[in-house]
């Protein structure tokens, strides 16, 4: 059974849905979690929320695009009681305004890479610097946008393929160096949100229209959760997934096999 009792879990991103989802399972599991986000207020409500089932956190504002934050954030978990074992990297935003390549202002690239990849890559190499020797694991938040053209724009996109790159080479790396360290990816699909399907109610008269658009993204004709998201972030993030390094765990109901664009009825 996975279980995470006696480790500090920090996750970035903690204040928005799937990060939210993520640190309320590793709670459930047994850790000691530190919420970490940008945004007081949700950042705030994920611990509280935690803290009502029972569960230890504590908030850590943190802006996942600032070394020295970074700094904080680490000795906030050292300090926090337990091992502090995980790290998971949630934080992201998607771009905004014009997106194609060809428009796409170089202010707003910068923008999306300072937390989508920049904020990932403090965070990986912060972790495994505090882990080196005792050993633990990081999980990166991708998507499955990495693997083909993104519709949410060429910066987000690009940033999420990095991910991919960024968890392979610091997985040999930290391995190379003999840290202990384990560092994957897990790549989510179409995951219904409530902001995502806010979206959708733009196109759709009814809630469940909405919900529908987002299963026929899918083989199976289901709608991905956060909190499918957050189960497969705690299974690599256990010692259930000890052999596996540098892996990149898709979670989109296998759409990444299929033709782009194809929608399933």
């Not at 996942?64 to 934050?69: F, S, T």
């Not at 000795?75 to 998607?94: E, T, Y």
Request: aromatic share 6%; with cysteine; charged share 20%.
């Amino acid at each position: 059974m996975i279980n995470f009792d006696g480790v500090t879990c920090l996750v970035t991103g903690a204040g928005g849905e799937i990060g939210r989802a993520i640190a309320v399972k590793l709670g459930e599991l047994g850790g000691n979690i530190l919420v970490c986000d940008l945004d007081l207020v949700s950042g705030e409500r994920t611990a509280a929320e935690i803290k009502e089932k029972g569960h230890k956190a504590q908030f850590y504002r943190l802006d996942v695009g600032d070394e020295e934050n970074w700094n904080g954030a680490i000795a906030a978990a050292q300090r926090a009681g337990g091992d502090f074992s995980v790290l998971v990297n949630c934080a992201g935003l998607f771009g905004r305004g014009p997106s194609g390549i060809a428009e796409i202002p170089f202010e707003e690239w910068q923008r999306v890479h300072r937390v989508n990849l920049d904020g990932a890559f403090l965070g990986v190499r912060a972790g495994v610097a505090a882990m080196a020797g005792k050993g633990g694991s990081i999980v990166n938040i991708g998507s499955v946008v990495g693997y083909f053209g993104a519709r949410s724009g060429v910066a987000y996109g690009v940033s999420k393929a990095a991910i991919r790159g960024l968890t392979l080479q610091a997985s040999s790396s930290a391995i190379e160096a003999g840290t202990k360290v384990r560092v994957n990816a897990v790549h989510p699909g179409y995951v219904l949100t409530e902001s995502a399907l806010g979206a959708a109610l733009k196109q759709f008269p009814t809630r469940e229209e909405a919900i529908a658009s987002f299963a026929r993204r899918n083989p199976s004709n289901r709608v991905i959760l956060p909190e499918d998201i957050a189960k497969a972030v705690a299974f690599l993030a256990s010692d259930a997934a000890s052999m596996i390094n540098g892996a990149d765990l898709m979670v989109d109901d296998g759409l990444s096999t299929q033709m782009p664009g194809k929608v399933f009825q």
